[in-house]
């Protein structure tokens, strides 16, 4: 410990804990926003635009779970997310690792997939279908794209910035090259490939509802996308609720994945 450091903690233990300064908690913040936007929304509907207010869009919600329909959509959607994240994600990563690892794998496969990463996944739609029928694979193979894109990006950065100081002590101290991926960048590249798995789940999230536009008989998106035919503005606001609440919880989990496996990293409070 440096005399700055000494000083600092002895400074700080010389104050009384009750005069502490305490910051209002993290749920208090997001109590608050919640209630503000909540407020917001009922205020533009209130204001003659043509919105429904959020009891309305509750009773809407009441009655498509009452019945079944919110359940059955839910169940559909997710599983179709999940499956093509999943999938997604599985391939990206030992890609990423390749590519970053292997100069020449980067050469040859990092042209092609930047060049598929500025094409939109919905603009596969149309080749999806002719290639691989309107069942189920398609709407996957969609989801499955938007997740992989970004996820290999993601690893690739990882890899690619190791500090290079890690690597040479690792080998001055007698690691192999495997012992040196396994042990230095894997554990480095990881806060990367997290990042990665969560673009890639809001990517999946926001593929999903053009997806379901492929001969889809439940759904969110399939859902919304007969409630537009019919004007019928609350069950698209159910829908949009529902895709956000179940994207939100999913990034959270990884989120809490994320401060899991990197506790090791020094974090901005």
Known sequence: MTLVQADAATATSDVPTGRRR?????WVWNLLSLILGIGVWWGISLGGYDVPDPPTVAKRFGELLGDGTLEKDIV???????????????AAVPVGFLMGWYAPVRGLFEPWVQFLRTIPPLAILPLAVVLLGI???PKIWVIFAAAFLACVIATLQGVVNVDPTLINAARVLGAKDGTI???VVVPASTPFILVGMRVGLGSAWATLVAAELIAAQEGLGYRMQA????YDLPTIFVGLISIGVLGLLMDRGLLYAERRLTSWQ???Q
Do not use: C, D, I, M
Request: no cysteine.
């Open 266 to 268: 020094e974090r901005r």
């Open 22 to 26: 305490r910051g209002v908690p993290k």
């Open 76 to 90: 559909a959607s997710l599983t179709r997310v999940l499956v093509g994240f999943v999938l997604g994600t599985a």
């Open 181 to 183: 991926f396994v042990r």
């Open 227 to 230: 409630a537009q035919l019919y």
């Open 135 to 137: 069942g189920e694979t």
